[in-house]
């Protein structure tokens, strides 16, 4: 059975920092290209970053370029998120993904997903 599970998520100031995790387990973590996705209340899930199965290339949405960063431990089976000038007006609830192909993963159609961890900003 295959599992994401997300942490390090909770309440954090405007401009402050957050590191998001997300474990895997049931799946042959190194051979899927990991993402995060974020959603609002009543809004539609949105993608934040992606990463290469090696690590090596990186992509992020233009809202949160220069100030995410999206890593991997093979050896560990984690993705994390070094979230950093955050915002208040940015989505609360963040996803991590496995998908097979990068097409996939950016049109939300990974095969595996996160529960979700909630990110609060206040201002």
């Known amino acids: 059975q295959v599992q994401l599970v997300e942490s390090g998520g909770g309440l954090v100031q405007a401009g402050g920092s957050l590191r998001l995790s997300c474990a895997a387990s049931?799946?042959?973590?190194?051979?899927?290209?990991m993402g995060w996705f974020r959603q609002a209340l009543g809004k539609d899930r949105e993608f934040v970053a992606a990463?290469?199965?090696?690590?090596?290339?990186?992509n992020y949405s233009d809202a949160v370029k220069g100030r995410f960063t999206i890593s991997r431990d093979n050896a560990k089976n984690t993705v994390y998120m070094k979230m950093t000038s955050l915002k208040p007006e940015e989505p609360t609830v963040y996803h991590c993904?496995?998908?097979?192909?990068?097409?996939?993963?950016?049109?939300?159609?990974?095969?595996?997903w996160g529960q979700g961890t909630q990110v609060t900003v206040s201002s």
């Open positions: 993904s496995a998908a097979t192909t990068t097409t996939r993963l950016r049109q939300l159609d990974s095969e595996y």
């Open positions: 049931g799946l042959t973590f190194s051979g899927y290209i």
């Open positions: 990463i290469s199965r090696s690590g090596g290339v990186k």
